[in-house]
């Protein structure tokens, strides 16, 4: 099986269509997606409605469930809370009850995806170093746990009792090895490159890619900018950071 993992997309409309695009070309079987489908842009609606059209399942992420009230607004920095606090208002109960029903893991035989940490999901914790990483692996019991929420894509390895991270965009999966795999942003990157980030893992050739891809991200920070989203959200797109 080929299954196209990506998440936070953020609204992003259109690096999210880019996205796709590209997985097209990917021979891809099942698409999944790592949570916050909403949060930061300008398109909350039009995103969700290509989720749930093409039924791709779907892990809840701190946006998701604050964009609903399901989760508590002052986790949030300010620019984050209007953001939310405008997503609210544009999407519909329709949209609402989607999102609130969202799982916080998504599990199969051999992987699992989680939005932030598999200790604790619900709290929205983030793994950023190998400490961080070392709790989740803890209560792993799959080889693979595919997450989001930094917006910064890499690579946690456990062998035995050592750890290692890894940035590389090519990951070959070995035995006994497991792997936290965060597959970083469509929609808001934040590792410095401003390209739209998408993962592919190939279950059979046991190889996970991290791939990028351009998209118009002076459109998408125009409507930004006219909905009247805190210019921050518009700007730090084309940092990608
Ligand atoms: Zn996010």
Request: net charge negative.
């Given at each position: ?27 891809i ?12 842009g ?45 997503t ?34 619900e ?73 739209g ?29 006219d ?15």
């Amino acid at each position: 099986m080929r299954y196209a993992i990506f998440s936070d997309i953020h609204s992003n409309l259109d690096a999210f269509e880019s996205v796709l695009a590209a997985y097209e070309k990917e021979r891809i079987d099942k698409y999944l997606c790592v949570g916050d489908i909403v949060g930061y842009g300008a398109n909350p609606r039009e995103c969700i409605k290509i989720v749930q059209d093409r039924n791709i399942p779907t892990v809840a992420g701190n946006h998701d469930w604050a964009s609903t009230a399901r989760f508590n607004i002052d986790y949030f920095k300010p620019y984050a809370k209007e953001a939310i606090l405008w997503t609210r208002e544009k999407i519909d109960n329709k949209d609402t009850e989607y999102l609130n029903n969202l799982d916080i893991v998504y599990k199969e035989s051999d992987f699992c995806l989680v939005h932030g940490t598999l200790l604790n999901p619900e709290y929205f914790d983030y793994i950023f170093d190998l400490e961080d990483a070392m709790d989740s692996f803890k209560v792993m019991s799959v080889c693979i746990c595919f997450v989001g929420h930094t917006h910064v894509p890499g690579v946690f390895i456990k062998e035995n009792e050592k750890f290692s991270y890894v940035r590389d965009n090519v990951i070959d999966i070995e035995p006994k090895k497991q792997y936290i795999i965060n597959v970083g942003s469509v929609g808001q990157p934040r590792d410095g490159d401003s390209r739209g980030c998408f993962c592919i893992y190939d279950s059979k050739e046991r190889a996970v890619w991290i791939k990028r891809i351009e998209y118009n991200i002076g459109i998408a920070q125009k409507k930004i900018e006219d909905a009247g989203l805190p210019l921050f959200l518009s700007r730090r797109l084309s940092l990608g950071h």
